[in-house]
């Protein structure tokens, strides 16, 4: 019947309770990435990125400034160069995401139990613990910066239309914009949450969206600048790789299985599941859970396509898979 829930049994949350049992969990997962990133030599493209510290500047040719903001102030705080000190920023930004996981799904469902569960499933998915939460990678800011502003876009749409809650929607998103490109499926996902959805149709009317919009490129300002002054070349080269012409199943087939061993199988086929299915039942859906399936489809959507017509890399998606954790 349409509307109408089965009861299923909720998994029992540690008895110390669930704001204990979540700060044992970033506490442990901190430490085991504090271990790791201190123990691995640095890979190339994080060669790659500490040259942005050497050679500072408002942008860089394939990135934003924010990875090279946060190294600059791990090599800081250690006052010397180390697999470690570039990381440290990273490991505490991973830190961060988990908490925010779990806020921002105890918001969303109101239960903070699921924010809890949340936040454990991310934390059990191998290119987070292991890439986006240890290494000096922009997937660590974007990560945390997109969660802020899911989180913030949950608060704005919660209400009636209001200029406070929109105005921390911008700050985060420009953020967001300052660490990696695909922050731009952020406003684009709300924009069609918004339109689809009546409850949430009036802010479209409402000051409020444009002036996030405008305070997010506002942050994203240097970063148009350094494009401007250098042809446009960070711009081109990114848009460059999402636009081709064919038809390769066996790139989008690549594509899945290899982002399937990224995340590891026990975390992304449940994450396919509960996708595919809130999709097939849309129209008995929350307004939440038509937040969360829209932020995730979006997003998934275009890489889905971008990887049938020339390839893409798996962890591009990181964006639309990180709104299905609280659904799931």
Request: proline share 7%.
């Amino acid at each position: 019947m349409v509307g109408r829930r089965i009861a299923l049994p909720r998994p029992r949350v540690p008895r110390i309770g669930t704001s204990s049992a979540l700060f044992v969990l970033v506490a442990i997962t901190s430490i085991l990435r504090l271990g790791w990133a201190a123990g691995v030599e640095a890979s190339n493209d994080e060669a790659y990125t500490y040259l942005y510290t050497v050679y500072p500047d408002w942008s860089q040719f394939d990135h934003p400034p924010m990875t090279m903001l946060v190294e600059r102030l791990g090599i800081a705080l250690f006052g010397s160069v180390s697999p470690l000190s570039l990381r440290v920023g990273f490991v505490l930004l991973g830190a961060a995401s988990t908490w925010l996981m779990a806020a921002w799904t105890t918001r969303l469902l109101d239960d903070c139990r699921a924010g809890f569960f949340a936040a454990l499933a991310l934390n059990l998915t191998g290119y987070f613990s292991l890439k986006v939460g240890s290494f000096a990678l922009p997937d660590g800011p974007m990560t945390f910066f997109a969660l802020a502003t899911l989180w913030a876009l949950t608060a704005a749409f919660a209400g009636p239309p209001r200029i406070r809650p929109w105005m921390l929607v911008g700050v985060c998103w420009g953020f967001a914009l300052a660490s990696k490109y695909h922050a731009v499926f952020l406003p684009a996902g709300a924009l069609v949450y918004a339109s689809l959805t009546p409850s949430a149709r009036r802010h479209i009317l409402s000051p409020g969206p444009y002036l996030a919009v405008a305070v997010g490129l506002l942050g994203f300002l240097p970063t148009i600048v350094w494009n401007a002054n250098h042809e446009w070349a960070s711009f081109a080269y990114q848009g460059g790789r999402a636009v081709a012409f064919g038809f390769h199943p066996e790139k989008l087939a690549n594509y899945l299985a290899v982002q399937a061993v990224l995340w590891f199988p026990w975390i992304w086929v449940p994450l396919a599941i509960v996708f595919v299915g809130r999709l097939r039942a849309w129209r008995t859906l929350v307004d939440s859970e038509r937040f969360l399936l829209v932020q995730s489809a979006v997003p998934l959507g275009f890489f889905f396509a971008v990887a049938l017509v020339r390839g893409a890399m798996p962890h591009w998606a990181l964006i639309g898979l990180l709104p299905l954790y609280p659904l799931l």
